[in-house]
């Protein structure tokens, strides 16, 4: 009996040996240190003295002034103060609300683009408290940060240390911005675009990240179909990543990407949906999933190195006279077929590179001689009957590399076409045909 205890004590303390309790929650001994660190950040974002970080709320400003401390210590310019830049919110009481914008800053190398910027936004602020009924009788309920975008916020901090940490592969400009009062006017993405910031022109792309606690329900990118952008994830496919968005055609939620399209710029909303206790009695703050998550920022890195260093994407699609062309209402992206296309019998979009591109693929004599190498991402169209159409470059690297990329591609053969609900249709590819020197 007593051996028995013994056993049975020594088993506990290796159980609760390899967990800690820390900011608010379980923490595995075993997490890695961007775990550790999202932990803690949510865990701080989602606690109930922020009051739910609603807009105008003393814990929104303690929400912004957090932000800011933690965008300088992994070596980020905050160019909006301390707590935020304060802007107001005329209600309809007469009554004006303060919230805050954070702002973040790294600057690119290049001296040709770290004049243009890319936006990397996520929400500030919260729902606040609510008075909810229960049992008959009327209570006040705090929306816990976690159910209110506590994870890109948190994802945005930790997609700042990592461009920080390499900002010298940054071509472009990166803001990095939290935006305050967003979850009913988007108030504080529209003071940055018309009131804040005086070079909106030359905003080139903006990246919005909103609900990205959950990815086991999913991982989604909205474009409003914008053929750059979808381009660039597609392509993004045809490479080792630890995760891959689904585009949709539909919205998922409203959020400060809308003001972005508003002006005509090119923006992308990641998230992975709706929480399952989002807006309920339920506090989810610590069944986000972390490992999940951290695959999911990878991915936006990687996603946001192409955005910053690649050709700027166009909003609308345009020739080379700048008349848009092209309707694509009736081309289907290569993830939403029912069918994937395929060549030489392989539905694996990698076959078309192993079989046709590289076999075929001339390497320009005076690029081999100026040392010139990279990847070209190119973009075309099979028609229903499988022939390759507008085949045209979306990232370059060099004038001499980009012709024989659209040369090899346009030179195909025909596709077994694409299926959706077993009609054929036109598909759209992207992929990168990458040009290497061997060093001998």
């Not at 929480?275 to 996603?303: H, Q």
């Not at 979009?349 to 046709?356: I, Q």
């Not at 690029?367 to 085949?391: P, T």
């Amino acid at each position: 009996m007593i051996k028995s205890a013994v056993f049975f004590l020594s088993l506990l303390v290796g159980v609760t040996a390899s967990a800690q309790f820390r900011d608010g929650g379980w923490q595995d001994l075993n997490d890695s240190e961007v775990v550790k660190a999202m932990k803690e950040q949510v865990g701080y974002l989602s606690s109930a003295a922020l009051e739910g970080r609603k807009a105008g709320s003393e814990g929104e400003r303690a929400a912004a002034e957090y932000v800011s401390e933690v965008l300088l210590s992994y070596g980020v310019d905050v160019i909006s103060g301390d707590g935020g830049e304060v802007f107001g919110i005329r209600q309809e009481n007469g009554d004006t609300l303060e919230s805050r914008n954070v702002i973040g800053f790294i600057p690119g190398y290049d001296p040709e683009m770290r004049d243009k910027y890319i936006v990397i936004g996520a929400r500030l602020d919260n729902l606040g408290t609510s008075t909810v009924t229960v049992d008959g009788e009327s209570r006040q309920k705090i929306f816990y940060g976690a159910n209110g975008n506590a994870s890109g916020l948190t994802l945005l901090m930790q997609l700042a240390r990592k461009l920080s940490t390499n900002s010298v592969l940054l071509k472009r400009s990166v803001l990095l911005v939290a935006f305050g009062s967003s979850v009913d006017l988007c108030a504080g993405s529209w003071y940055f675009l018309n009131r804040s910031f005086p070079d909106v022109e030359n905003i080139d792309a903006m990246v919005n990240l909103d609900m990205l606690g959950t990815p086991s329900n999913g991982f989604y990118a909205y474009t409003a179909s914008n053929v750059d952008l979808n381009s660039l994830i597609t392509g993004l496919s045809g490479s080792l990543q630890p995760v891959q968005p689904r585009i949709v055609a539909v919205e998922p939620v409203n959020s400060d990407h809308r003001m972005f399209y508003d002006k005509e710029i090119p923006s992308v909303f990641f998230t992975t949906g709706m929480y399952p206790g989002y807006n309920t009695d339920k506090d989810t703050a610590w069944t986000l999933e972390y490992e999940g998550m951290e695959r999911v920022l990878e991915y936006i890195y990687n996603f946001t190195l192409e955005l910053v260093n690649g050709a700027a994407p166009d909003f609308r699609e345009a020739d080379e006279s700048g008349r848009r062309f092209r309707d694509s209402a009736d081309i289907v992206p290569y993830s939403e077929c029912d069918v994937k296309p395929a060549f030489l019998g392989s539905s694996d979009p990698s076959a078309f590179l192993t079989k046709w591109v590289y076999v075929y693929l001339r390497y320009p004599e005076e690029a081999v001689e100026n040392g010139i190498q990279g990847r070209v991402l190119v973009n075309f169209v099979l028609d229903e009957k499988g022939k390759v159409h507008d085949v045209r470059v979306v990232r370059g690297v060099n004038e001499l590399l980009d012709a024989e990329a659209v040369r090899v591609v346009s030179a195909s053969p025909n596709w077994r076409p694409a299926r959706v609900r077993g009609e054929k249709v036109k598909c759209e590819i992207s992929m990168y045909i990458e040009f290497k020197l061997e060093k001998r």
